[in-house]
């Protein structure tokens, strides 16, 4: 299963447009009826990092996942997610 990592890089290689992937992926608050994430003094954070300009090559030592049949390993992606910011707390990806 891709995660967040390997979703978000290999749907900009397919689509190109920011905007249109944001709207994709968050499109599921809308169908559960969730109010949409603000950022604002005093709120907990809830984003993804990510640097649209860099290019790289999955291998599985960026995955978590123990499964080794992943259908973007050794293909080259644009678009790499750097962390997130869940609850004030920062997760890297190294």
Same mark, same amino acid.
């Given at each position: 299963?891709?995660?967040?990592?390997?979703?978000?890089?290999?749907?900009?290689?397919?689509?190109?447009? #920011?905007? %249109?992937?944001? /709207?994709?992926?968050?499109?599921?608050? !809308?169908?559960?009826? @969730?109010?949409?994430?603000?950022? *604002?003094?005093?709120?907990?954070?809830?984003?993804?990092?990510?640097?649209?300009?860099?290019?790289? #090559?999955? %291998?599985?030592? /960026?995955?978590?996942?123990?499964?080794? !049949?992943?259908?973007? @390993?050794?293909?080259?992606?644009? *678009?790499?997610?750097?962390?997130?910011?869940?609850?004030?707390?920062?997760?890297?990806?190294?």
């Amino acid at each position: 299963m891709a995660g967040i990592q390997t979703a978000f890089s290999a749907t900009f290689n397919l689509i190109g447009d #920011i905007n %249109t992937i944001v /709207q994709r992926f968050t499109a599921a608050r !809308n169908i559960f009826n @969730l109010p949409p994430e603000e950022i *604002g003094i005093g709120r907990q954070a809830c984003l993804t990092l990510f640097n649209p300009n860099e290019n790289f #090559i999955f %291998t599985n030592k /960026q995955g978590y996942s123990l499964s080794h !049949n992943n259908a973007f @390993l050794e293909k080259p992606l644009r *678009g790499r997610v750097l962390g997130t910011i869940i609850q004030n707390k920062i997760y890297l990806n190294q």
